[in-house]
């Protein structure tokens, strides 16, 4: 009875933290929607973070892209060579990368990299008393901080999922041209099938995944106590953290977009 009561209590202990955590994220969420309207806009910054979100990022989703579409190509060939629906390839490549291979795998990618180096380095800076500075020369951490990151990822990742989407059906028409499907045929396909609503749609939804991403990376390096052991148990939680909200936030956003 003893040791069940414990773990009982334990639970409960951890429930309540995980209840204080969130709470705390929604107040962060709150700050960063305050500080957005304040003077002192932090432009410049802003465009810093912007090019370590897209510059510095597009090598990665590029990779990724262009060979996943290559490989989802290649499994596809052969499954509709089964029923004779080979040259209809290109419509099943284009329509899964633009609904969600595009913007998923482009979170992810951007999730790892640059959730990762924003956990780090305001981590670092909380730890090293940086943050509680800038609190003591008057102005907003929040602000200076938080808020160009956030915008930043918002803003950014349409535009990598946009470059995505063009190099996974790229990638899919190598692959076809090796299988004997016309560039002509495969390009058509993908205009016959991919309307403007499912290129919104898809690209949509990834301002609200920069924006979850970004906000994740900064709560937790915000929260990062214990000199760098603490930096690096941060910033793989949050890497873990952004991947899962990414993609359980990506079927909610899925039904919403079907219901309207």
Do not use: W
């Not at 990618?109 to 008393?129: D, F, K, L, P």
């Amino acid at each position: 009875m003893p040791r069940f009561e414990g773990t009982i209590l334990a639970l409960g202990h951890r429930m309540l933290a995980n209840i204080r955590e969130f709470g705390e994220f929604g107040l962060l969420v709150a700050d960063v929607g305050r500080s957005l309207f304040r003077r002192n806009f932090p432009a410049r910054e802003l465009l810093r973070q912007f090019s370590a979100v897209v510059v510095r990022s597009s090598t990665i989703v590029a990779i990724t892209a262009l060979f996943t579409g290559m490989v989802l190509a290649l499994q596809t060939v052969e499954s509709l060579a089964r029923f004779g629906a080979k040259p209809y390839t290109g419509s099943f490549v284009s329509l899964a990368f633009v609904l969600e291979l595009g913007p998923v795998l482009t979170a992810l990618m951007v999730a790892g990299r640059v959730g990762a180096g924003i956990t780090a380095e305001i981590g670092s800076m909380a730890v090293t008393e940086q943050v509680d500075a800038i609190r003591a020369m008057g102005a907003d951490p929040i602000q200076k901080l938080v808020l160009p990151r956030v915008l930043a990822a918002s803003l950014g990742l349409p535009m990598l999922t946009a470059i995505a989407n063009v190099l996974g059906m790229f990638g899919g028409l190598v692959i076809s041209r090796q299988a004997g499907i016309g560039m002509n045929f495969y390009y058509q396909s993908i205009i016959n099938v991919v309307t403007i609503p499912n290129l919104l749609n898809g690209i949509s939804k990834t301002c609200v995944f920069g924006f979850l991403i970004a906000m994740i990376g900064c709560h937790m390096g915000l929260r990062t106590r214990g000199g760098t052991v603490g930096v690096g148990l941060s910033t793989t939680r949050a890497v873990v953290v952004s991947s899962i909200a990414v993609l359980v936030s990506d079927f909610f956003l899925a039904k919403i977009i079907l219901i309207f």
